[in-house]
């Protein structure tokens, strides 16, 4: 779990003795530092003298509440990360938490895989945070602009949407820019793996269960849908669903109501569903594996995520994002020449995913170096291998993409070193200055630079 980083601080909140013992040596096990507290008023002490990345607290406490304690704590610290764990049915005080900033909950009893991933995913979300710029930088392309029109387009509206594409092309992170467009960005975000839970529990994570509807259902609990009142419910991987839970998906859809899990009463639901899949759900649809009421139920508006191959002007930008974002001791790193040709040459079959993963690898084997293509793993470094490998659908990369992406890298890289006058970075390139302006409109470069 390389997300997990030591020196990252944890308050923990809990008025049970297990409770605190399991999470804080779950997480010390795994580089945390924690401290606990067992009421309010150790907890706001505690905030007063110390500073946290993260706080984990239940709902219920002996003395107070812990939305009061993210409150304060967001007030004091404004950055810090907050998880919600809870053994009781509150879908107030949750969806109260999220509006103060809470980024998931955890419903008791939970496992340590359960604790491990929602703080992994909460580490991911406040890298993302950390540049400003990572927003703009998922936009470069002329294909992700078209994207995020329709993104704008949709997020006025109540529909539910469809994002398809590869896997690593970035799903969650547009889903995440609906929301926020969208009127119920007040509202939290709920994300959820379709295909990650096992069909028994799943109609619990999404339903809800009430006390003593199976073994282990110690406590009754709001399951996702309720959780994301107001806001938007995320469900990736929506093609590895089974059939069973499809139905019952269908019917609280349509119905807009759930059933907890054991429970006879109906409850209304009031949360906006985005699903995404790296699956094709219309052959799914034809071949039987997939129900063809659910699929037009799901697909009102579909947006197909391209790879990241077809649109390499994204590949570099992306790329110093995440040189930018990288957990590292030194600063400042840069790209060669040739390790920029290296990745704009490779078809990088899993997406921006493995272009973070490649670009965390280089950081680490280039220590204080520039990153060169001997930084790169031999199968993107090696220009021929790469183009060989390609899986675009033409069977190629095709030349004129590769060539208007590195044109395009180096107009801006001599933009910036001239401070944005055009005239001394056509001179930079030996360019005429009209040379350089016609080549970027062509190459949609924007014109707002200076000289």
């Known amino acids: 779990m390389n997300e997990l980083r030591k020196g ?21 096990a795994n580089g945390f530092l924690c401290h606990s507290a067992t009421d309010s008023r150790q ?45 009781y049915a509150s879908i107030e005080g949750t969806k109260e938490a999220f509006e103060l900033g809470a980024m998931d909950y955890i419903p008791k009893p939970f496992t340590m895989e359960q604790l491990l991933s929602a703080v992994q995913a909460i580490i991911k979300k406040q890298r993302l945070r950390k540049n400003s710029s990572g927003k703009a930088l998922l936009i470069n392309s002329p294909q992700m602009k078209k994207i995020m029109e329709l993104v704008k387009k949709v997020s006025i509206t109540n529909s539910t949407v469809l994002l398809t594409g590869e896997s690593g092309t970035g799903k969650e992170v547009i889903a995440r820019a609906l929301h926020r467009m969208s009127r119920r960005s007040a509202g939290p975000f709920i994300t959820i793996n379709s295909g990650g839970i096992p069909e028994g529990l799943l109609e619990s994570e999404l339903f809800g269960h009430i006390k003593g509807a199976y073994t282990g259902a110690h406590a009754t609990t709001i399951g996702h849908f309720q959780a994301a009142e107001g806001g938007t419910l995320f469900m990736d991987e929506i093609g590895n669903m089974g059939q069973p839970m499809q139905v019952k998906l269908l019917r609280a859809l349509q119905e807009r109501e759930i059933t907890p899990v054991g ?22 649809v034809e071949n039987g594996l997939f129900r063809k009421d659910l699929y037009y139920r799901l697909n009102v508006f579909e947006i197909k995520i391209p790879a990241l191959r077809d649109r390499p002007s994204d590949i570099i930008p992306l790329a110093e994002h995440f040189l930018s974002d990288a957990d590292t001791s030194f600063h400042d ?29 280089a950081v ?35 030349l004129n993409v590769i060539v208007n992406s590195v044109e395009r890298h180096y107009i801006q890289k001599a933009l910036i070193s001239s401070n944005g006058v055009k005239s001394k970075a056509a001179e930079s390139l030996g360019l005429k200055r009209t040379t350089l ?14 000289g």
């Open 8 to 28: 990252y601080r944890v308050l923990i909140v809990d008025d049970e003795p297990d409770v605190l013992s399991f999470v804080s040596e779950a997480l010390e």
């Open 43 to 87: 907890a706001l002490n505690k905030l007063r003298h110390n500073s946290y990345h993260l706080l984990i607290t239940d709902i219920r406490l002996p003395d107070g509440s812990g939305i009061d304690i993210i409150k304060i704590a967001r007030e004091k610290h404004p950055y810090m990360a907050a998880i919600v764990i809870t053994g």
């Open 263 to 284: 429970s006879t009463v109906s409850v209304p639901i009031n949360a906006r569903l985005i699903s995404a899949t790296n699956s094709n759900l219309k052959e799914d």
């Open 333 to 361: 790193h840069k790209l060669s020449d040739c390790a920029v040709t290296s990745l704009l040459t490779y078809s990088w079959p899993g997406n921006i995913r493995e272009l973070e993963n490649v670009i965390e690898r």
């Open 364 to 398: 680490i084997l280039a220590g204080k170096q520039e990153i060169t293509s001997e930084h790169l793993p031999e199968w993107i470094s090696d220009s021929h291998t790469a183009s060989n490998q390609s899986t675009n659908p033409k069977g190629t990369l095709q």
């Open 437 to 450: 302006l016609a080549r970027m409109k062509k190459l949609g470069i924007e014109n707002g630079w200076k």
